[in-house]
T-cell receptor
Framework: KQEVTQIPAALSVPEGENLVLNCSFT??????LQWFRQDPGKGLTSLLL?????REQTSGRLNASLDKSSGRSTLYIAASQPGDSATYLC????????????FGTGTRLQVFP | DGGITQSPKYLFRKEGQNVTLSCEQNLNHDAMYWYRQDPGQGLRLIYY???????QKGDIAEGYSVSREKKESFPLTVTSAQKNPTAFYLC????????????????FGSGTQLSVL
């Protein structure tokens, strides 16, 4: 059974720092992995999607990497801003049932001025 | 504007009552999903539908029911059999994938917070 873990659960950094959020999964047979952002009391916004054949995806100041052999994905945020403050969740889609995403519990990020 | 609309934003349920959460999308997506989010936990899949008039149970379907009579709509009913319904409910949709799987980027609504009176 796939399990997805995110560490740390919470992170507080000063504006301008580069930071890395971690996502670990137990079953390397994944179809893809997505990173989402969630603002308090809101739905999720998909940030990046990495297919199992890819190693990384980039969008603006965000870069996500995928290492299936080690069961890890990282989300790198460059030059963090207060507007980046939110909860970031990763989710893995299994190769056998791609309709089921398994979500991590998220990392709550606060970027202070 | 294209998107997913969930209503109401807040909903209160009395004991023994069934309540229905609405989810409408105008993105022309085939697949729709219902997730439940509890504080400090990841999202858990309740039901999903890949096509009109068809749906499958997710990991925590007990106490819930759905219908998919129209492509645009995927309402979720929380029945009286669900003994712990207080949670944040999220509806999502996705376009067809290009590969073997059907799962691509998910688009989420803004959620419904359900509480028990």
């Amino acid at each position: 059974k796939q399990e997805v873990t995110q560490i740390p659960a919470a992170l507080s950094v000063p504006e301008g720092e580069n930071l890395v959020l971690n996502c670990s999964f137990t079953d390397s047979a994944i179809y893809n992995l997505q990173w989402f952002r969630q603002d308090p009391g809101k739905g999720l916004t998909s940030l990046l999607l990495i297919q199992s054949s890819q190693r990384e995806q980039t969008s603006g100041r965000l870069n996500a990497s995928l290492d299936k052999s080690s069961g890890r994905s990282t989300l790198y945020i460059a030059a963090s801003q207060p507007g980046d403050s939110a909860t970031y969740l990763c989710a893995a889609a299994g190769s056998y049932n791609t309709d089921k995403l398994i979500f991590g519990t998220g990392t709550r990020l606060q970027v202070f001025p | 504007d294209g998107g997913i609309t969930q209503s109401p934003k807040y909903l209160f349920r009395k004991e023994g009552q069934n309540v229905t959460l609405s989810c409408e999308q105008n993105l022309n997506h085939d697949a729709m999903y219902w997730y439940r989010q509890d504080p400090g936990q990841g999202l858990r899949l309740i039901y999903y539908s890949q096509i009109v008039n068809d749906f499958q149970k997710g990991d925590i379907a007990e106490g819930y029911s759905v219908s998919r009579e129209k492509k645009e709509s995927f309402p979720l009913t929380v029945t009286s059999a669900q003994k712990n319904p207080t949670a944040f409910y999220l509806c999502a949709s996705s376009p067809p994938g290009t590969g073997a799987g059907t799962h691509e980027k998910l688009f989420f609504g803004s959620g419904t917070q359900l509480s028990v009176l």
